[in-house]
């Protein structure tokens, strides 16, 4: 009996595991138009980073420490709610209304930033708290939308695609932070509080529309997971689900790897251009125009990383190509002073950027690959994890850039061997994420071989 059984139960349980494969696999365009969304929401998140940044410490002539405050508390929220607000969108069945409830939410909480600043000039307290209120708010749109989103690339790309997208999201995200930030700078003389939270609240609008539109008719069909394994996830409790997928070895592993290179991304945020003033006694203009070169390197590095990955895959292989190569560009850094010319120093931060870029390309691909993957219905719950992973180590990184330098610098007596100790310490970290990066993916070819013995063993049971 068991035998006259096999066949008959045998199609049923490789209908129920194998991916469903006819609704995988995005249009170019399709890829593109989720790319708004992105470049949205960097959108109005840039106005707290640049802009509203900028009236605290200047025009209201508070601490420089309240906006990085406001800065942190829009990461912290989202060490919690990525991965819950991730969980909750794998159970639903659609990802689109949490990504347009998720830009709504994005959109009022950058409106409520702005609205908080005239109140902190009569009311430096209250003005703090209803800042700090909205902040938190915008990380929680943040959280919805982004997470939602990348997972929707994430199962519906091609493995072909992924490094392509990755590269999308990515550049249209810088592009709309520098339109933002460009017709914001414009549009906010002369500068008036009033004139300030109708450009945060068109922002807002203009990237719910954008966003709207983005996402009409992308998401159509089923879910590329089966019926039965979506109906097990959506009735697994958060904590349980969570467990699950932290207890994979190559979850973690990337997870760190998440962490430790965003940390050491994040730390030149702040010290970059100083260092080019005190080393080689750049003007204002000559730094600027030096950051400007290596974001146009991280650009660049991003579409030559996409092309090749495309063709080649091998995601989190130039992820740690990338770690590897920013960690021998920070070790140029650390000899650049002693080389005593503008020309090399300049090309080393375009070399800097070009593998920063290659290592944004990879990263995200990755995370895109180590979700797309998967059949068990947790895209949403893993990318959140590693959103997390993400969050926290911008939050920390882009403030102790600076705070490092300064302690490097009274230990040492020199601001100089300051600057230099930090950027060592960043290619030792660059290093470490090269390693971490590897160990991950052989961690992951390990899993895969023993879930397919797994498989089977229980078909030789059966």
Known sequence: MGTAMAPSRSPTRRAAVAPATADVGMSWWQLTRLGFVQAAIGAVVVLLTTTINRVIVVELGLPALIPGVLVALHFAVQLYLRPRLGHDSDRHGRRTPWILGGMLVCALGGLGVAASIPLMARDTTLGVVCAALASMLLGAGVSASGTPLLALMSERAAPTQRAGAAAITWILMIIGIIITAATSGSLLDPFSFERLIVIAGGIGAVGLVVSWLATLGVERGARPVMSEVRATTARASFLATFRTVWEEPAARLFSGFIFVAMFAYSAQDLILEPFAGIAFGMTPGESTTLSGAHHGGVLAGMIVAALIATRTGQLRQW??????????AYLALVASPGLASRTVFTAIVIV????????????????????????????????????????????????SGAAGVDFARAVLDSPMRGYLAVFGVQALLFGGSAWLALRSASSEQVNEVFRQRGDLLQAVIQ
Do not use: E, H, P, W
């Not at 992820?319 to 021998?328: D, V």
């Not at 990755?366 to 180590?393: C, I, N, P």
């Open 319 to 328: 992820a740690a190509a990338g770690c590897a190569a920013s960690a021998l």
């Open 352 to 399: 800097l950027g070009l593998a920063n870029g290659v290592f944004a390309i990879g990263a995200i691909g990755s995370m895109m690959a180590l979700t797309g993957d998967k059949t068990d219905g947790r895209a949403g719950l893993r990318l959140g994890v590693f959103g997390a992973a993400q969050a926290l180590a911008y939050a920390i990184g882009t403030m």
